[in-house]
């Protein structure tokens, strides 16, 4: 029993006298994994409860808990209230939302609703006008696409008319006039008679677009997200429910700070909705 008891001791003591006790020493530890989480994403995707492939698998979301770390912000579009005017010249201005219309009738052609459903949706509903629109954009533009500072964003969506309308969805500059002179984001795109889904780059007015080869389907949902890596190329990477569709180097706007934005254009003398589940982003700082 006495032989036994010094083993166990001895073994403790070339233990503890492994262990680092200085700063760089802490860092040996980590890269000996003593610290399992160190330098990983930290996510939390589940092979039963996660959607198929995600952008956020890559993405700090554990740190983001850290507000010194990164910033998160999750919009569940089930708080968004509307408050409508008779004057379609005022703009809806809440809280944090900034909505912008554009019509020939009076305000009232336009709603946001948010019917019941699991987790809260936003119906937004344009008026029956060829050319009106709808802007949604949050009030403070709290994204810059900095080196060493990546972000990842994500909107899930549907929409009713998949040919006879124009969308902008993404980030950009804060603009009364997103679909027609917005000059500086990063966005998804589709115009009017076309489904086909564009990711556009935009800097200064100087735009790199692409198709992305797939298009919107109507009254289906679908997920679009952006991966900005942060590095000395600039990268912008596109993504389709999870699916990398493609990445930009050109057009960065990285001398603007961008807010959220949702921008929705009839092209027809019809009324179309747009239903949007959530909005996310996460930087880091």
Same mark, same amino acid.
């Given at each position: 029993?006495?032989?036994?008891?010094?083993i166990s001791v001895l073994a403790l003591m @070339?233990?503890?006298?492994?262990?680092?006790? %200085? !700063?760089?020493?802490?860092?040996? !530890?980590?890269?000996?994994?003593?610290? #399992?989480?160190?330098?990983?994403?930290?996510?939390?995707? =589940?092979?039963?409860?996660?959607?198929?492939?995600?952008?956020?698998?890559?993405?700090?979301?554990?740190?983001?808990?850290?507000?010194?770390?990164?910033? +998160?912000?999750?919009? *569940?579009?089930?708080?968004?209230?509307?408050? !409508?005017?008779? =004057? #379609?010249?005022?703009?809806?201005?809440?809280?944090?939302?900034i909505f912008t219309l554009t019509q020939t009738?009076?305000?009232?052609?336009?709603?946001? $609703?948010?019917?019941?459903?699991?987790?809260?949706?936003?119906?937004?509903?344009?008026?029956?006008?060829?050319?009106?629109?709808? /802007?949604?954009?949050?009030?403070? /533009?709290?994204?810059?696409?900095?080196?060493?500072? #990546?972000?990842?964003? /994500?909107?899930?969506?549907?929409?009713?008319?998949?040919?006879? +309308?124009?969308?902008?969805?993404?980030?950009?500059?804060?603009?009364?006039?997103?679909?027609?002179?917005?000059?500086?984001?990063?966005?998804?795109?589709?115009?009017?008679? =076309?489904?086909?889904?564009?990711?556009v780059t935009e800097k200064n007015g100087s735009?790199?677009?692409?198709?992305?080869? $797939?298009?919107?389907?109507?009254?289906?949902?679908?997920?679009?997200?952006?991966?900005?890596?942060?590095?000395?190329?600039?990268?912008?990477?596109?993504?389709?429910?999870?699916?990398?569709?493609?990445?930009?180097?050109?057009?960065? #706007?990285?001398? /603007?700070?961008?807010?959220? +934005?949702?921008?929705?254009?009839?092209? *027809?003398?019809?009324?179309?909705?747009?239903?949007? %589940?959530?909005?996310? @982003?996460?930087?880091?700082?």
């Amino acid at each position: 029993m006495n032989k036994l008891f010094s083993i166990s001791v001895l073994a403790l003591m @070339v233990v503890f006298l492994s262990m680092p006790n %200085d !700063a760089s020493g802490d860092t040996k !530890a980590k890269n000996r994994g003593m610290r #399992p989480n160190y330098g990983k994403n930290m996510s939390f995707y =589940d092979d039963i409860f996660s959607q198929g492939k995600t952008i956020w698998d890559t993405a700090p979301q554990l740190a983001a808990l850290d507000p010194s770390a990164a910033f +998160s912000q999750l919009w *569940e579009m089930f708080d968004i209230v509307y408050k !409508a005017t008779d =004057d #379609p010249a005022v703009d809806q201005s809440l809280d944090f939302w900034i909505f912008t219309l554009t019509q020939t009738f009076v305000a009232s052609a336009h709603s946001i $609703t948010l019917p019941d459903s699991l987790g809260g949706v936003a119906n937004i509903t344009t008026s029956d006008t060829d050319n009106d629109s709808v /802007e949604l954009q949050w009030n403070t /533009e709290t994204v810059a696409l900095n080196q060493n500072q #990546p972000m990842w964003f /994500e909107i899930r969506m549907q929409i009713s008319s998949i040919t006879q +309308s124009d969308y902008i969805v993404g980030l950009c500059i804060t603009d009364t006039a997103i679909i027609d002179a917005v000059s500086d984001g990063i966005y998804f795109m589709t115009n009017d008679a =076309d489904a086909n889904i564009d990711v556009v780059t935009e800097k200064n007015g100087s735009a790199t677009t692409t198709d992305t080869g $797939t298009d919107f389907v109507a009254n289906t949902w679908i997920r679009l997200g952006m991966y900005f890596d942060g590095g000395s190329s600039d990268r912008v990477y596109f993504f389709i429910d999870g699916v990398q569709v493609g990445f930009h180097t050109a057009n960065i #706007p990285d001398d /603007e700070a961008l807010t959220v +934005s949702v921008a929705i254009q009839n092209g *027809e003398g019809a009324a179309m909705t747009t239903m949007i %589940d959530y909005i996310k @982003v996460v930087q880091v700082k």
